[in-house]
């Protein structure tokens, strides 16, 4: 999912040495995929000491589209919240294109809110404010941006994306090492997620795209998310979250399972959605969207 990061001090440094990042990424991205098995060594033992199969796993690093990508790591410090424009979902032509995409899965949504008791308007609040209704997916590689922050658990690695990015200085370093070290553990998990993921469903890790941060489909669900609140809303024997109908399932199934239940509270709403998405600013977008969809 979508969801907000915390504006840690430490951005405060990187928004400095971003511009650098930014102009050698390329650079530095054409080099990593040269030596994707260099970078991701450590991460592959990981891997495969964690139970996954060992050829698979070396066959997967081996492929070509399979890259260390340093524009993902500068993308975390490029997001910020504040900047958002959250207005843009709430205007007249996204409130009339919701509104046709409520006609166009009417089937759908019905049957989401009869299994799992959510409101329509709300499930397509979500993806409008998530993907506009289906349309922007993302196209950054979530095996390579996974792959990327959890390989900053190795120290060699650590120290290359550090020397890329500024000059030494003991203090920004610090900060610099309980950031990677915090993202890479979440990283890492969320790694092994998606790899469970696409192994159970028969799909070919290079080919999905999502958001920076790894976020999948429609909903714009984690890895983890899809696990353990996805949902195959077309009955096609497969979860496919680029599909509408296994969408809207599995943010009903989503938002069900952290607490909605019909003609539920305003107050509970807000915090049940705030759940799929830890931002203020979020939940009330999401809440006015399904106002102005009563009209």
Known sequence: MGQML????????????????????????????????????????????????KDMIQKLY???????????????????????????????????????YMENHQAELSNAEKVYGV?????????????????????????????????????????????SITNPDQQKRTNFEKWALRKSKWAYAELKAFIEYVTREGIDPVNITGSYAGAIGIPQFMPSNILY????????????????????ASIASYLKQNGWRPKISGKKAYKVIYRY???????NTILKISELLEG
């Open 6 to 53: 915390p504006i840690f001090n430490i951005a405060k440094f990187f928004w400095g040495c971003l511009l650098i990042f930014i102009l050698f990424a390329p650079v530095l991205s054409a080099q990593a995929a040269k030596s994707a098995n260099d970078y991701f060594e450590y991460l592959q033992k990981r891997l495969i000491s964690d139970g996954f199969d």
């Open 62 to 100: 081996e492929k070509p589209q399979v890259y260390f990508e340093t524009n993902s790591v500068s993308s975390f410090f490029a997001h910020k919240e504040a900047r958002l424009n959250y207005d843009q979902f709430t205007d007249r032509t996204s409130i009339q294109k919701a509104k046709k």
């Open 119 to 163: 409101d329509p308007k709300i499930i397509t609040a979500i993806i409008l404010v998530e993907s506009r209704l289906g349309k922007l997916l993302g196209k950054r590689s979530v095996l390579n941006v996974l792959s990327t922050l959890a390989s900053l658990a190795d120290p060699k690695i650590r120290e290359r994306l550090w020397k």
């Open 229 to 248: 609140y996805a949902e195959d809303g077309n009955r096609d024997e497969r979860i496919n979250l680029f599909n509408h109908a296994d969408a809207i």
């Open 277 to 283: 998405n830890h931002s203020d600013y979020y939940v």
